[in-house]
């Protein structure tokens, strides 16, 4: 698993798509697929319009949940994950804003710990992390 981080609208995508553009990219962009289709790269955008789906009060679920759908994913295909980077800056106000914010870095904690590889991206150049 590869997970390319970075702030909104830093070029992420971009970065990505360029990096397996000598491959066969299925982009899905706010969805954790359930089914498992026959992949050579898949990638994942802005995981974060499925998590405000989800039930945030139980966020150490719904990490898991992501985690084992990932891993069953990255069994069979690439998985490269672009995710928005939510944990500087003021706190939200509103609960639900902050439960997403903090179920963000939980499981961006989880991701990395995971991934083959990290990369932070700021305004379209990378940075390799791990």
């Known amino acids: 698993m590869h997970v390319f981080i970075g702030g909104a609208y830093n070029g992420k995508t971009d970065y990505v798509m360029r990096l ?28 974060e319009k499925w998590l405000v789906t989800q039930n945030l009060e139980d966020d150490d679920l719904v990490v898991q949940t992501v985690l084992a759908k990932l891993k069953t994913l990255a069994q069979q295909c690439t998985v490269a994950l672009i995710v928005t980077d939510m944990g500087r800056g003021v706190v939200p106000m509103e609960k639900q804003a902050r439960l997403l914010r903090d179920t963000c870095g939980r499981l961006y904690q989880a991701l990395f710990a995971e991934a083959e590889q990290v990369v932070r991206i700021w305004y379209g150049l990378g940075e390799q992390m791990k």
Not at 20 to 40: F, K, N, S
């Open 20 to 47: 397996y553009e000598q491959r066969q990219v299925t982009l899905v962009d706010g969805e954790l697929p359930d089914v498992i289709q026959t992949y050579d790269v898949l990638v994942i955008k802005n995981l």
